[in-house]
């Protein structure tokens, strides 16, 4: 006679996991084993007390790391099993991480103002507009408190270089700042026609809009039928190039 004995009892619930932030898009999810507990699901939710969605299942171990954590408060519990039968949920834990770093803001260039706009950050309450009159900083906190995604500096001066970083909050957490930006308020903007059939800069219908570039000018590339560009335009004060991703190679003469 055999007698085969099968546990019809789940194990006991994890103790309270804990949580740490690796970088600032992942956390790790640790617990003690449980006895008798055969595998562990991790479970996450974005509002205290869920509901909870399974990120993982079948965990032999006793940590997992979450590379999809969200931007801002994560809550998780953590499940044992042994075999199919699961126990009841550990407590729940949270850790916050800060929010994404806002894209590079978009600036146009008026008369004495500069205004900037940018794309929302995910888990961004508000944000924070910085500057500086030297590339790379140090910068200045010039308004805080954004909770829209644009913003005009008013209290500049035509010709001046500016530079911009924007950051984005949630409390108490603050991302890096985005890429810098150039600013001159009063430069004009030249963005360099894909038809322009010579490469001098003084021909209107080489430019988009047909208007040649006054200083201090900002100017654009893109892909092209002239590789040669031809600054014949006297004493132009050019506050920057820029060559778009896929612009031809060219030379500035």
């Known amino acids: 006679l055999m007698l085969r004995v099968v546990n019809n009892v789940a194990p006991a619930p994890p103790a309270a996991p804990a949580l ?26 974005l509002s205290a007390g869920g509901p909870y969605t399974s990120i993982v299942s ?15 408060r994560n809550y998780y519990v953590v499940t044992a099993f042994a075999g199919t039968l699961e126990s009841a949920a550990s407590a729940e834990v949270s850790l916050q991480l800060p929010p994404t770093i806002p894209a590079a803001p978009i600036v146009t260039n008026g008369n004495n103002q500069v205004s900037l706009s ?10 924070t507009v910085k500057r500086a009159v030297v590339r790379g900083g140090p910068y200045t906190t010039i308004a805080s408190g954004i909770t829209d995604t644009s913003y005009t500096d008013a209290a500049v001066i035509n010709g001046t270089y500016y530079y911009y970083v924007v950051s984005s909050f949630a ?13 001159v308020p009063g430069a004009s903007s030249g ?21 040649t ?10 892909t092209s039928s002239t590789d040669t560009l031809n600054n014949d335009i006297d004493g132009l004060e050019v506050a920057r190039f820029q060559f778009n991703p896929g612009a031809d190679a060219k030379c500035v003469c």
């Open 171 to 183: 409390t108490p957490l603050e991302s890096a700042n985005s890429i810098e930006v150039l600013a």
């Open 213 to 222: 570039p006054t200083s201090p000018a900002l100017l654009n590339f893109d």
């Open 118 to 127: 940018w794309t929302s950050a995910k888990g961004a309450d508000v944000y």
């Open 20 to 45: 740490s932030k690796e970088t600032d898009s992942t956390i790790r999810i640790s617990w003690t084993p449980v006895a008798g507990a055969t595998s562990y699901t991790v479970k996450h939710s």
């Open 191 to 211: 963005n360099w026609s894909t038809t322009a059939t010579t490469g001098n800069w003084s021909n209107g219908a080489n430019w988009t809009g047909g208007a």
């Open 58 to 72: 079948g965990v032999t171990g006793t940590s997992y790391l979450d590379a999809t954590a969200y931007p801002g």
